[in-house]
């Protein structure tokens, strides 16, 4: 599995498909009968990352001719081939979509080959070549959003001190910590971030317990990546610290100190996959994109953002909607060990595979990844 | 007189050859056995559809799609089969030292042990023959589990450590080893997003029972419970475990060996939920990750008091709780019910079947004249 | 330091801050447990009832705007289930292990299906009290905002404390726990007096819940006690049914909790996932080398069944 493996073929089969996509604008039409089955591997209503994807379930639901099926805190385990079968064999589904990272290998790759004729999309880009060809797997860029979130927090925090809550130390999270560094560092050069990581993806007491260590650390603007931002953005708030939100909008919890967020844009996402699949065009196995492809998007920004903040966050998205792009992780990248982690001259692209693997957190993180 | 010892005691006397051939004298206590649980099972299953009466949902659908979702159709069948097919295993790491009167409750962390130690064993011997592999994954998997009870067991023997208290630290302590170890020292680099250990290789997977989808851990469980029951009821060392369980100090006067009783049974005990463990790595998951995690074992101790700890009334239990799980689902799709409903369930079965223990031998038609 | 950082000082900071902010469920569901233990029952369902309460207090909060009726309600929620596990656990022959496992789930299970449409909406908090008002240092005095609940729990163990060796009430609840036949001899009820025992030991656990929904962290969700309650009882054995050690022990636990954390936030990261474990290796520690074979437990009531 992983990332490791993702060749360029992919990403450039990706690449393609995905001004395709953004051409098709047919207006689906649909048998009645067709069921699309989501599976959550925790509850729909967690106000992170699974009620993102059922908002973006939400959003087919008002498609007509459209069933949706759902089901939610389906384990990583053959709990969650079960659901597949049983979607598909007892509720008639023909296109799932298997929203946790931990269900694509072994499981939706065994029920994509038991059932060759239904589509699988799962979200986490790890297809590769050698996985059956009805299934996809499809990944937003929310580091775009994560450097934007910093961009606004380098120039709002007062101390320069930013703070990231983080689950694990693994590249996609990693990923998200530096590129809120990098885009906090690009507007405001003595800028550090600091990390803690809490161990698990729902920790509530520990999440509190790091947001607070944070902020007597100094830090006052705080950001994170776990499964539900509720319990961050509200104990920092009260702590008087700014926050970013992260998965989906977080703002009516601290309006006064939302800053801006992370969120991911399922509910534009997979109303376009379904068209992809009407038009009978289908959708690449491979798919991924940032804030360009409306994959991911930013919140709206808090009041407390100042002007100039706005400004240069609004010229940082512009940047990443340009036609040429804009590339977070530049050649002469040094690690918070002082080692150069992408040598100078290469740029690393958003689809470059190098980043998938990425086990180093950039100068300016205050942390380790062990 | 713990409960459960006179449950035992009950047990034998039904099995017990009577005097007095009399029909319900001879068979009124088996009898009970079937009717008071199944009496609970329908009283819970009435208070269940008042409660989702009050969300306005009809009880008759629900009765019907939780048929339909396990056991309507040949796939819902193999559905509940294979979730019960882990819980057998669990089940016997409470049910085995319940006989000796300790109450454990630790079978997710010696799961969770048992696989560590399988998968570091096939990982070990990659190259060798399958077979061997797999033979190793069994003994690795037993002796890991089983050494992680035993040692509750010890505790509670040497050093007087209450067993429910110290078996169930030990999740905690295991599920943080697992964690250190999969994210740390037996990290696959390649694992990148969902840090886990290297796999074992295909083929050293365990499979499926042909004909079926239902993996070998179904076999596992039932020889493993049957030769519980064996030997408890029908050798010499179940039949003093019995006595020790009713009267520690009565065990000690006729000269059993209470240690190496308390040990022993806990060993087994462990060695099951341990080979639980195994067979989600060698038929599952194919390597170990958090994953595990599932609470297998701690449904286990459900089943382990419904079937009133006996090894073989675990095998029904089993596949009922894996029934109600497998049509978890159904009630979530079909009748928009919350994922919890099917812990509401569990928890008001559990305590129906308890409350119902007072009923043995209360039952006037059933009561021989003894 | 200028730049508002305290550097290394973050660590006995936070632990104390930690002491205060998370200890409180602890302490509250380990005083409740004591009740019910003392007079010879155990509530292994705790857990349940702290999480149920945790749901009601955040629910009635958002619903009534008062979070102090939220407070009320969680407590009520409690005896009901302390009630529920008191009525079972009397009827004969029935393990009152088994019955609180049941109980754990059952309440888990509950407060799962009935808050979920509580995990969005913002409830009105419990408001702190703040006791750094002397300290120029911001993070001294975000470490002393303290709650009332807290306070009243740290006075709760003293009172306990006088109570169950001065107070005929305490008197009744020990001898039901010490010996059972004792106490019909004196005239009184066993299972009415483990009724009630259980009943206040679920209204103080209900109330533990809410302190974690209305304060900290301060809202609901569904991994929001990550196994406190259970980890409460555990520690009762370990404070020796002993409502002064109580205190102890959750103050050492909830610092526990704060010490991952800030041990990271100074630069040592290595082996959190050992570090979060840190208080059930405690546990078990303590446990092995205060326990004993040869005797059964000081303090423990002679009724209990897990210390026969």
Redesign the interface.
């Known amino acids: 599995m992983d990332f490791g493996r993702i060749s360029r073929r992919h990403l450039l089969q990706g690449g393609a498909a995905l001004t395709l996509g953004a051409a098709a604008g047919v207006r689906p039409a649909f048998a009645a009968d067709t069921t699309i089955g989501f599976i959550y591997v925790g509850s729909r209503d967690d106000y992170g990352y699974n009620q993102a994807h059922a908002q973006g379930a939400a959003a087919l639901k008002k498609i007509p001719g459209l069933k949706v099926v759902e089901e939610e805190k389906v384990p990583e385990t053959d709990a969650v081939e079960k659901t597949i079968e049983s979607m598909i064999n007892l509720d008639g589904a023909t296109l799932l979509f298997p929203t946790s990272f931990g269900y694509y290998n072994p499981h939706m790759i065994k029920m994509a080959n038991k059932y060759p004729k239904l589509r699988f999309e799962h979200c986490g880009g790890l297809w590769s070549d050698k996985d059956p060809k009805n299934a996809g797997s499809y990944f937003g860029y929310i580091d775009e959003a994560q450097y934007i979130s910093g961009v606004v927090a380098g120039l709002t925090s007062k101390s320069s001190k930013l703070g990231f809550v983080a689950a694990k130390p693994i590249p996609q999270v990693l990923r998200n910590i530096n590129a809120f560094e990098l885009g906090a560092k690009s507007v405001n050069p003595k800028a550090t971030t600091q990390v803690i990581f809490t161990g698990d993806w729902s920790m509530p007491v520990k999440e509190a317990e790091a947001t607070n260590s944070l902020i007597d650390q100094g830090v006052d603007v705080l950001t994170c990546h776990v499964d539900g931002p509720k319990t961050m953005v509200e104990n920092a708030a009260r702590r008087g610290a700014f926050v970013c939100g992260y998965h989906v909008n977080q703002s009516p919890l601290a309006p006064k100190a939302y800053l801006t967020g992370a969120e991911w844009n399922w509910e534009a996402l997979y109303p376009k996959f379904v068209k992809m699949i009407a038009t009978g065009e289908g959708i690449p196995n491979f798919y991924r994109g940032g804030l360009k492809e409306e994959i991911v998007k930013t919140s709206p920004y808090g009041e407390a953002v100042s002007a100039e903040a706005r400004k240069a966050a609004d010229e940082a998205k512009a940047k990443f909607l340009s036609a040429e792009g804009f590339a977070i992780f530049k050649g002469g990248l040094v690690d918070n060990k002082g080692k150069t982690v992408i040598p100078a001259g290469t740029d690393r692209g958003q689809k470059d595979p190098e980043l998938e693997k990425m086990d180093y957190l950039v100068e300016g993180v205050i942390g380790a990844t062990s | 007189m713990?409960?459960?010892a006179?449950d035992s005691a009950e047990a034998a006397g039904a099995i017990a050859p009577a005097a007095d051939p009399g029909f319900l004298q001879r068979y009124g206590g088996t009898i009970e056995y079937v009717l008071i649980p199944g009496a609970a099972l329908v009283g819970a299953l009435a208070v269940f559809g008042i409660f989702v009466m009050l969300f306005g949902k009809n009880p008759l659908d629900l009765y019907f799609y939780m048929y339909?979702?396990a056991f309507g159709?040949w796939?819902?069948w193999q559905?509940t089969l294979?979730?019960a097919a882990p819980l057998i295993l669990t089940a016997l790491c409470t049910a085995l030292p319940a006989q000796l009167g300790m109450?454990i409750?630790g079978g997710e962390g010696a799961l969770l042990i048992g696989a560590l130690s399988a998968t570091s064993i096939a990982l070990a011997l990659q190259g060798m023959p399958p077979l061997v592999v797999q033979i190793a994954m069994v003994i690795a998997g037993v002796v890991g589990g089983g050494l992680w009870i035993m040692l509750s067991g010890a505790?509670r023997?040497?050093?007087?450590?209450?067993e429910?208290?110290?078996s169930?630290?030990?999740v905690?302590?295991g599920?943080?080893i697992l964690?250190?170890l999969v994210?740390?020292a037996m990290r696959d680099p390649?694992?990148?997003?969902?840090?886990s250990t290297r796999e074992i290789g295909a083929a050293n997977m365990i499979g499926s029972i042909p004909g079926t989808?239902v993996?070998w851990g179904l076999v596992f469980g039932l020889i493993a419970a049957i030769a519980s029951y064996i030997l408890i009821y029908h050798t010499v060392f179940g039949f003093a475990a019995r006595v020790a369980g009713g009267n520690i100090r009565a065990a000690k006067i006729v000269g059993l060996g209470v240690s190496k009783l308390i040990l022993t049974v806990c060993f087994l005990a462990g060695g099951a939920a341990g080979l639980a463990g195994m067979v989600?790595v060698a038929a599952?998951?194919?390597r170990t990750?958090?994953?595990?995690a599932?609470?297998y074992g701690f449904t286990g101790?459900?089943v382990a008091?419904l079937a009133r700890q006996n090894p073989l009334a675990i095998i029904p239990v089993a596949i009922l709780l894996g029934g109600i799980?497998?049509s978890g689902?159904?009630l979530?799709?079909r009748l928009g019910l919350?994922?919890?409903?099917?812990?509401?369930?569990?928890?008001?079965i559990?305590?129906f079947v308890?409350?119902s223990?007072?009923l043995?031998g209360r039952i006037g038609f059933l009561k021989g004249k003894s | 330091m200028a730049d508002g950082s305290i550097g290394l000082w973050t660590v006995p900071l936070a632990v104390l801050g930690g002491a205060i902010r998370v200890s409180t469920p602890f302490l509250f569901v380990s005083l409740g447990e004591c009740i019910t233990e003392r007079s010879g029952r155990i509530n292994l369902g705790l857990e349940g009832t702290l999480v149920m309460g945790a749901m009601s207090a955040y629910g009635i909060s958002y619903v009534t705007g008062s979070p102090w009726l939220g407070v009320l309600a969680a407590g009520i929620t409690g005896a009901l289930l302390g009630a529920l596990h008191a009525g079972i656990c009397s009827l004969p022959r029935v393990n009152d292990v088994a019955v609180g496992i049941a109980l754990m789930l059952f309440g888990t299970g509950l407060a799962f299906y009935l808050g979920k449409p509580l995990i969005e909406p913002t409830a009105p908090r419990l408001p702190a009290i703040d006791f750094g008002w002397w300290s120029d240092v911001p993070q001294v005095r975000a470490a002393l905002r303290v709650n009332v609940l807290f306070l009243i729990g740290v006075a709760l163990a003293p009172i306990l404390y006088w109570a169950f060796r001065t107070t005929r009430w305490g008197l009744l609840i020990r001898t039901a726990g010490e010996s059972s036949d004792a106490a019909r001899a004196m005239g009184h009820s066993v299972l009415l007096i483990r009724l009630r025992a259980t009943m206040v030991g679920g209204f103080l656990a209900g109330i533990g819940g809410s302190f974690l929904s209305l304060f900290y962290p301060g809202s609901w969700n569904e991994g929001l006690s990550s196994g406190q309650g259970i980890t409460a009882v555990a520690l009762v054995i370990f404070a020796r049914w002993d409502p002064l050690l109580c205190l102890w022990a959750s103050l050492a636990f909830g610092g526990a909790a704060a010490l991952g954390p800030a041990l990271q936030s100074v630069g040592v990261t290595s082996g959190y996932h050992l570090f979060n474990a840190a208080p059930y290796i405690l546990t078990l520690a303590i446990m092995i080398i205060t326990c004993s074979p040869k005797r059964t437990l000081t303090g423990a009531p002679a009724e209990l069944s897990i210390t026969r």
């Open positions: 713990t409960s459960e006179a339909q979702g159709t796939f819902s559905n294979t979730r109450v409750i505790l023997q040497y050093r007087g450590v209450n429910t208290i110290s169930l630290l030990l905690y302590i599920l943080a964690n250190h994210e740390g390649a694992s990148l997003n969902k840090p989808d993996h989600e599952v998951q194919g990750n958090a994953n595990l599932a609470g101790i459900l008091f799980s497998a689902g159904l979530q799709r919350p994922d919890a409903s099917v812990l509401v369930l569990q928890g008001i559990f305590v308890l409350a223990d007072a043995y």
